[in-house]
């Protein structure tokens, strides 16, 4: 089982809502990270988080927001998206963002209608 | 420019038949090169993490070996519950000889192992 929890395993919104997707894990991880996944393609990287502040974002569209309240919690706002968002998005944490693995959680399947 | 390529893109085996995976790198200061497993609409699931040429690494019918240009996953054996994404991904230097933590994934070869 995967120490890495992501909040709702499903999603569907409409082009104008706003929800949020969270994230948490409890292995004293330093390091917290967003991935985007489309169908049939690999994970894409969007932020990294390290001791809690924003170290890399890759030219995500303003519609994503992140969020890092402490050292166990992700949040990923989202506002205002388009259909072609809809994908199955990825939390992943690591002890630190130069060594080791990265552990993913099961995702959040998003819908945008 | 960093570059992870797997192949093959799919790949069909009987029951018991073994093989490799390939994932041929071209990176510029190579910090991990890790395989994951990924079953369908869910995570990445973490294997093996290789730092340095000829190192291996083995977890019941899988064993994962790494050169300077490519890494090999052997399945020994395999069952049908071996079945998913195979993913190869790499952590590569940045300009300032240190690391951070993107990892560039290949496009994944997807086993398939019938009884």
């Known amino acids: 089982d995967t120490e890495v929890t992501q909040t709702p395993k499903h999603l569907v919104m409409g082009m104008t809502n706003k929800k949020s997707l969270k994230c948490e894990q409890h292995m004293g991880h330093r390091a917290m990270y967003w991935y985007k996944q489309k169908a049939k393609k690999p994970p894409e990287l969007m932020f990294v988080?390290?001791?809690?502040?924003?170290?890399i974002n890759e030219s995500v569209p303003s519609r994503f927001s992140p969020e890092c309240p402490n050292s166990s919690l992700l949040n990923l706002h989202l506002h205002a998206l388009q259909p072609e968002d809809s994908a199955l998005y990825l939390c992943a944490s690591s002890p630190g963002t130069t060594t080791g693995e990265l552990f993913f959680g099961e995702g959040s399947r998003l819908t945008v209608l | 420019e960093d570059q992870v390529t797997q192949s093959p893109e799919a790949l069909r085996l009987q029951e018991g038949e073994s093989s490799s995976l390939n994932c041929s790198y071209t990176v510029s200061g190579l910090r991990g090169l890790f395989w994951y497993r990924q079953d369908p609409g869910k995570g990445p699931e973490f294997l093996f993490t290789l730092y340095s040429a000829g190192e291996e690494k083995e977890k019941e019918r899988l064993k994962a070996t790494i050169t300077k240009k490519e890494s090999f996953l052997h399945i020994t054996a395999p069952k049908p519950e071996d079945s998913a994404t195979y993913l190869c991904a790499v952590r590569v230097a940045n300009a300032g000889g240190t690391s951070y933590g993107k990892l560039t994934f290949g496009q994944g070869t997807i086993l398939t192992v019938h009884p």
């Open positions: 988080y390290s001791y809690e502040k924003l170290s």
